[in-house]
Nanobody
Framework: QVRLVETGGGSVQAGGSLRLSCAAT????????MGWFRQAPGKQRELVAF???????NYADSVKGRFTISRDNGKDTVYLQMNSLKPEDTAVYYC???????????????WGQGTQVTVSS
């Protein structure tokens, strides 16, 4: 079965950067769409970004220009480079794998356990 493990979370001051990684195991090929979601305390889980098997990327408006999603199919890993972090970026970030997507939506099949990102003022 597919398992996703996120790493790279932590605490950072506003304006700082973090890079999240998510390694997928348990599947034959790494050609599926993958992405990142986040959930802040008291908030619904929201889509941050996703990347297709061909490398096309999509971002939430709130992170455009600050976050970059990328992937390494050879390592079956997806990354989220987060720059110019803001306190409102504070959330648990979840890696997502496979599923259905369109121009502005993504419904994953598999989820990681989440990694905490805390941005202080």
């Amino acid at each position: 079965q597919v398992r996703l493990v996120e790493t790279g979370g932590g605490s950072v001051q506003a304006g700082g950067s973090l890079r999240l990684s998510c390694a997928a195991t348990g599947r034959t090929f790494s050609y599926h769409v993958m992405g990142w979601f986040r959930q802040a305390p008291g908030k619904q889980r929201e889509l941050v970004a996703f990347i297709t098997s061909s490398g096309s990327t999509n971002y939430a408006d709130s992170v455009k220009g600050r976050f970059t999603i990328s992937r390494d199919n050879g390592k079956d890993t997806v990354y989220l480079q987060m720059n110019s972090l803001k306190p409102e970026d504070t959330a648990v970030y979840y890696c997502a794998d496979d599923g259905e997507f369109g121009s502005d939506y993504y419904y994953p099949t598999y989820w990681g356990q989440g990694t905490q990102v805390t941005v202080s003022s």
